[in-house]
């Protein structure tokens, strides 16, 4: 049963444009949702997490995302790219019942100049 | 930027020797994590550590696989005799407390020839 789903493999969007990138899950109880950025080679880097209260939270370099239990997602959104947010990014799960953490498979973000 | 630490960065064996990588946890966590990332950067889960107690691990059925995070030593993860599929990125991370954000350290790219 697959947990986190990213339905975008890859995304390109130019400097200055808007982007979302999606994420949903299929767990009915308490959950901790993240977003993590990798730079190519490297380790990945928390951008923001949620758990509960607003459902919009507010992450690293202009980085949000949106709780939606209705819709079982929480979508990555950012007003204005630079290349420098060209990475794979993914979105976690972690139950509150269990210590596991689980990962998308990934959305690969280009950003053109 | 992260402080958890593993080497090697780049480790190369052949196909039934001994692979053997290492990761000092940021200081003051207690939680540690071991992910295999392949090449199309599915995650693996492959077991997490509080203190030097297993707090979860996958079915290592093959028995290739052990870990551990002894007190006041690196945490090491070593595979006893690699084989090509083994071929991947693994992930160190830690964190301050169950279900809390992963800091992640570079990873190790083994390369099972």
């Known amino acids: 049963t697959q947990t986190v789903s990213q339905s975008d493999a890859h995304v390109t969007v130019f400097e200055g444009d808007s982007v979302e990138l999606r994420c949903n899950y299929s767990y009915g109880g308490s959950i901790y949702l993240s977003w993590y950025i990798q730079h190519h080679g490297h380790g990945l880097q928390f951008l923001l997490k949620?758990?509960?209260?607003?459902?919009v939270v507010q992450g690293v370099n202009g980085f949000e995302a949106e709780f939606s239990k209705s819709d079982s997602s929480f979508h990555l959104r950012k007003a204005s790219v630079h290349w420098s947010d060209s990475a794979v990014y993914f979105c976690a799960v972690s139950m509150n019942s269990n210590n596991r953490i689980f990962f998308g498979d990934g959305t690969q973000l280009v950003v053109k100049p | 930027n992260s402080k958890v630490i593993q080497t090697p960065r780049y480790l190369v064996k052949g196909q039934g020797q001994k692979a053997k990588m290492r990761c000092i946890p940021e200081k003051g966590h207690p939680v540690v994590f071991w992910y295999q990332q392949n090449k199309n950067n599915e995650f693996k889960f492959l077991i997490n550590f509080q203190n030097q107690e297993v707090l979860q691990q996958i079915d290592m059925t093959e028995k290739r696989f052990s870990a551990e995070c002894p007190s006041n030593s690196p945490c090491s993860l070593e595979i006893q005799s690699s084989e090509a599929g083994d071929s991947a990125l693994y992930l160190c991370?830690?964190?301050?407390?169950?279900?809390?954000?992963?800091?992640f350290g570079h990873g190790t790219k083994l390369s099972v020839l």
């Open positions: 991370a830690s964190s301050l407390y169950r279900g809390e954000r992963l800091f």
């Open positions: 949620y758990y509960s209260g607003n459902p």
